[in-house]
């Protein structure tokens, strides 16, 4: 199958000098990212703060411009789009059809305006729908995501987290969308809140025939949704692989370790942990030479401080490690039972 | 693992202990209700809960460390440190002498946000110097030594320059390492972990933990930990208290707690958890429907009544007592009552 | 798209709580802050002062009367007693008689309880224009009886009513702070909104003017700009001519706090937001950024219209600024300027007094507008 988006040697670097004449430093957010999403696939990006995540969505739908390479858009019956080589004007008409839903439900929406001002302004801005049709979609879209009609009149600040959230994603869908891009989607909200929004970007992913690209630093939540998981250290893609086989068997040292640093609410599991985990992220500006990894990596050799490994093809993975056949990685799976069964109290 | 020996005294007793804000414009608000706990020497326990359900003013009451307008309303924290008398904490006045001889002497803290509660002007060593100088009188060659060693202790990679750094200088990790150092210095009975892993990535948060076990066990201290995940809990804890919307909901050992959760909150809040499971297994998420009332609109009842599934009649009218599953694991739902009479009828 | 596709957990099972706009928290804000609201009161009677000056005064202000230099002031009293011993009430002045200072040799005018004008409330007097274009020829008060004398606040050197000049001051003080504070911040929000919100070098040359102006000392650079103004403009002239020097000084505060708002407003989520929606730059300034830091904006030209009146009142007190026969409290206070008038007629300081409150007034209201302006701050 095509994919409905790539990504293609996408570099970003951010350069800025300290006062008029200082010293100019430069932090690559992004090094030579290769990637794609299928139509209605969720892809997960993981990785933990300063790894590039967060760039690459905002790459992707063109809030900043990349350094180099390209992204490209498949729009189902029309020829292929490079989005990077669009100026503003020629961009506009594909921004109905990429989207993004933001982290902060609480800065994400502008204080001044209407619950309904909010979510009619794309349809606004596109000149798609006004007078009562707009109303009547903007009603119909807040349904779908759980904001009752009568509540369109009022601020943002009336307002859960939750709810936040909600109107949030109606924003994004309010366009009807192909792709969407969740940047940490689900982080801020309370447990039990992040389950209803979960489960409502599933619902609605089936309904609209979506294609989600999740970004987030929970393994749990992208266990649970996503199909295909990209993980990402220091702005290098370091595995690329289908779920289940990420965390069943990972083919890079840094996704063992993620996986192992990953809480599990299960105190019998508590034991397993061997403190493989050691060392903290380097900071961005003083990247180390060869694998990006080999400070932290317990399997570190010579030819890992020298020689950067390419992205190649293992089994179902892409994996970025000069040993990745011959490790014998640990997954998340345990054998402890899976899914919870209480007795009703 | 084996139960907590009951005979044993408790380093910490919190009992019935009601804490409420007052405003200048609206009525006072019940952040915390009959509030019982028991934490012994050398162990860990967590307050669990979503925001808002008061596990953090919990724990700063012990600290006597909420805002002027709060009002420990009734009930005591008793605190019995081995080498002491107990005091009854919430008895003190929150500025007292006694009150700041046990803050930073015998009960440490840490916080989610270490740049919060280090100075930015000083450096690492010099702030850690200064607690143990007032703390054990020693010079401050001597102390410099101690701040060393304690951060080595606490995994702090080359600790003798990075005590000459200031906060902003170390990543969020070092920060943290260097606060659990602080709280270290003066070898508390007790330190009360307020989300200390929280704005940490998960490989960090993972060592932070694995420290805070580590240093549990050399120091003996007790630990009184508060977290929004379960995931940490599981990690971490020896007992756990569920909190929601003020209430402690359900109590007990950890095990016990996760493999029989007992109230509809606890087993709602653990359906909630995405579990790390191959794709045949999963289930869909069973969220908790609606959102957190405030605690204006509580219920005199049990807190949860407009959000359980099981919710039945005498839920919003009357608090449920704690009810003894097995051992210490109690859990405050009607339910379980209700249960127990209906057993008790055909036999 | 209907809503009966979506399984029932989706929706929200309870109602939302109605609360009140952001105008309305801010108002509510506002309130709390007591001396803001007191203060409110006084800046609204002083313009509502300068808005009816020709109605409120009840002489023109360069009408003048050799017979009374510096004439004391008189008060206002409401009842007497009558020769009858009955009382009586009505408005009224007392009359002056003059005495001889034998020391110096000079004429002054004493208050005469002997002798009372009545002073009567929407009298008429001679034709004028109300704010310049509405004819009327009713004053709020005057005396009743033509060529009585009323100072209620005493007289100048040239017998002027001073009460009456105060008021009309008040006007061009006032209308000179607000109209320097509209130019200010006509250039303070175009600079200041193109240089936050594009930032770069242009970011970089306007930061480093704003720096150079406000490093010039402002009391000689006044001096020179006034000094440079031709003397045969009329007095129309000058006064505009004033308040652009005013404003030329007086945007750079602004175009920082437009600039501040611009940097902090554009990385917010909700501003990118408009921004991926395809939103042009316009609608993203005007329908998300401006509305976010209006109420900053208004907090921060109240707080800069005081800076305004004072520098036009040294301006004018040092001969600088207006000219007569314009008059404002800066060229009242050009009255005041040598000792001895001040020893003889001290009722001609209270134009000071009119600055203290107005400048102590716009502060305080401008303080309690900018804790309101942010009713989430806190």
Redesign the interface.
């Known amino acids: 199958m095509t994919a409905l988006l790539s990504v293609e040697n996408v570099s970003k670097t951010f350069s800025f000098r300290s006062g008029w004449f200082g010293p100019l430093t430069t932090l690559d957010a992004l090094c030579d990212v290769t990637l794609s999403v299928a139509p209605g696939e969720t892809l997960a990006v993981v990785g933990?703060?300063g790894c590039g995540k967060t760039t690459l969505g905002r790459s992707i739908v063109r809030a900043q411009p990349v350094t180099a390479g390209k992204v490209t858009y498949r729009p189902p019956g029309h020829d292929p789009v490079e989005l990077t080589a669009l100026d503003k004007r020629a961009m506009k008409p594909w921004r109905r059809d990429i989207r993004m839903i933001f982290q902060d439900p609480m800065s994400s929406l502008n204080p001044h305006m209407r619950v309904f001002d909010i979510v009619a302004e794309p349809l606004r801005i596109h000149r798609l729908a006004r007078g009562q049709e707009l109303e009547e979609r903007v009603a119909g879209v807040l349904e779908k995501v759980g904001i009752p009609r009568d509540a369109m009149g009022r601020y943002p600040h009336a307002f859960?987290g939750?709810?936040r959230q909600r109107i949030g994603i109606a924003r994004a869908l309010v366009l009807d969308p192909k792709l969407v891009i969740a940047d940490e989607a689900v982080s801020a909200l309370?447990?039990?809140?992040?389950?209803?929004v979960?489960?409502l970007l599933?619902d609605l992913k089936d309904e609209f025939g979506l294609t989600y690209i999740f970004i987030s630093?929970d393994?749990?939540?992208v266990?649970?949704?996503a199909d295909r998981v990209v993980v990402m250290y220091l702005g290098h893609v370091v595995e690329n692989a289908p779920?289940?086989a990420l965390?069943?068997r990972p083919r890079h040292p840094y996704t063992e370790?993620?996986l192992?640093?990953?809480?599990?609410?299960?105190?019998?599991?508590?034991m397993r942990?061997a403190?493989t985990?050691?060392g903290?992220?380097p900071?961005l500006g003083s990247r180390p030479t060869g694998c990006p990894f080999h400070t932290r990596c317990r399997f570190a050799e010579d030819r890992c401080r020298t020689e950067k490994p390419a992205l190649r093809k293992v089994g179902e993975t892409e994996v970025a490690c000069h040993f990745a056949e011959t490790l014998e990685l640990k997954g998340?799976?345990?054998d402890a039972p899976?899914?919870?069964t209480?007795?009703?109290? | 693992m084996p139960p907590t020996p009951m005979a044993d005294k408790p380093l910490l007793k919190i009992e019935d202990v009601e804490i409420a804000f007052s405003s200048p414009d609206e009525a006072d608000i019940v952040a915390v209700r009959q509030v019982d706990l028991s934490l012994y020497p050398g162990k860990t326990l967590c307050l669990v809960g979503?925001?808002g359900c008061g596990k953090s003013v919990t724990a700063r009451a012990v600290l006597r460390l909420n805002d002027q307008n709060s009002l420990i309303r009734c009930g005591r924290i008793r605190f019995s440190p081995s080498d002491g008398e107990t005091v009854d904490i919430a008895a003190l006045k929150p500025d007292s002498l006694a009150m700041r001889k046990i803050r930073g002497n015998q009960i440490s803290m840490i916080f989610q946000e270490p740049m919060s509660s280090l100075s930015p002007v000083h450096t690492v060593g010099d702030q850690i110097d200064e607690m143990i100088m007032l703390h054990e009188g020693l010079k401050p060659k001597d102390a410099r030594e101690r701040t060393v060693a304690l951060l080595d202790q606490v995994g702090v990679p080359g600790p003798r320059e990075r005590a000459n750094s200031y906060p902003f200088q170390l990543?969020g990790?070092?920060r943290q390492r260097a606060m659990i150092a602080m709280a270290l210095a003066c070898k508390p009975n007790l330190l009360i972990a307020d989300e200390p892993t929280t704005a940490l990535?998960?490989?960090?948060?993972?060592?932070i933990?694995?420290l805070l076990k580590e240093l549990q066990e050399e120091y003996g201290m007790a630990m009184l930990f508060i977290t929004?995940?379960?995931?940490?809990?599981?990690?971490i804890?020896d007992e756990v208290a569920v909190m929601y919307l003020g209430d402690v909901v359900e109590q007990g050992n950890?095990?016990d707690v996760?493999?029989?959760?007992?109230?509809?909150y606890t087993?709602?809040?653990?359906?909630?958890?995405?579990?790390?499971?191959?794709?045949k297994?999963?289930?869909?998420?069973?969220?908790?429907?609606?959102?957190?009332?405030s605690a204006k609109d509580r219920p005199e009842g049990c807190a949860f009544t407009?959000r359980c599934p099981?919710a039945f009649e005498p839920c919003a009218g009357m608090m449920p007592g704690r009810t003894s599953v097995s051992g210490n694991h109690v859990?405050r739902?009607h339910?379980?009552t209700e249960?127990a009479r209906k057993a008790e009828v055909p036999a | 798209m209907t809503a009966e596709t979506l399984p029932r957990?989706h929706v929200?099972?309870?109602a939302v709580p109605v609360r009140e706009s952001q105008a309305g928290l801010m108002w509510r804000r506002f309130r709390q802050h007591r001396l803001a609201v007191w203060s409110l009161w006084i800046v609204a009677a002083f313009y509502f002062v300068a808005l009816f000056a020709e109605f409120l005064a009840p002489f023109e202000p360069s009408a003048y009367n050799p017979r009374y230099t510096y004439a004391a002031p008189q008060g206002l009293h409401f009842s007497y007693t009558d020769e009858e011993g009955s009382w009586r009430f009505g408005p009224y002045v007392y009359g002056y008689k003059v005495e001889i200072d034998q020391a110096a040799m000079r004429r002054t005018f004493v208050v005469d309880k002997e002798v009372r004008h009545p002073v009567g409330f929407f009298v008429e007097t001679k034709p004028y224009h109300l704010l310049g274009i509405i004819p009327m020829n009713v004053k709020l008060f005057g005396p009743t009886e033509p060529r009585a004398p009323l100072y209620i606040l005493g007289a100048d050197r040239l017998g002027r009513d001073l009460l009456s000049r105060l008021i009309h001051g008040t006007r061009i003080s006032l209308s000179i702070g607000l109209i320097g504070v509209v130019l200010s911040l006509f250039f303070g929000v175009i600079i200041g909104g193109f240089s936050g919100y594009y930032g770069g070098w242009f970011d970089s040359v306007v930061q480093r003017v704003i720096e150079f102006i406000r490093s010039l000392p402002t009391i000689p650079l006044w001096l020179g700009l006034a000094a440079a103004l031709p003397r045969d403009w009329s007095s129309l002239q000058i006064y505009f001519a004033i308040t652009v020097i005013l404003s030329l000084i007086g945007w750079t505060e602004l175009a920082r706090v437009v600039r501040g708002r611009f940097l902090a407003l554009r990385t917010e989520d909700f501003v990118t937001a408009a921004r991926l929606d395809g939103a042009s730059d316009w609608r993203v300034i005007t329908r998300h950024m401006v509305p976010n830091f209006m109420s900053h904006i208004i907090a921060a030209t109240t707080l800069a219209i005081p800076g305004m009146i004072l520098a036009e009142t040294a301006l004018s007190f040092l001969g600088l600024g207006l000219q007569a026969p314009i008059v404002s409290w800066g060229t009242l206070l050009q009255e005041a300027q040598n000792i001895r008038t001040l020893a003889s007629a001290p009722w001609l300081l209270l134009p000071g007094v009119a600055v203290v409150v107005a400048i102590l007034a716009l502060n305080f209201l401008g303080d309690g507008l900018r804790d309101a302006a942010d009713p989430y701050g806190r």
């Open positions: 933990e703060s859960s939750g709810q309370d447990v039990s809140i992040q389950a209803q979960l489960n599933e630093h393994l749990g939540v266990n649970y949704i779920t289940e965390f069943e370790i993620l192992e640093a990953l809480p599990i609410a299960d105190p019998a599991r508590r942990r403190k985990v050691r903290e992220i900071y998340a799976y345990g899976a899914t919870r209480f007795a009703k109290a | 979503e925001s990543s990790g070092l990535d998960v490989t960090t948060q993972a060592q933990l694995d929004h995940d379960l995931g940490v809990v599981a990690e804890a950890v095990f996760f493999r029989a959760p007992s109230h509809p087993q709602a809040l653990m359906r909630s958890i995405p579990t790390i499971a191959r794709k297994e999963r289930q869909r998420l069973s969220p908790i429907k609606g959102t957190v009332p407009s099981y859990a739902c339910l379980l249960n | 957990e929200l099972p309870e």
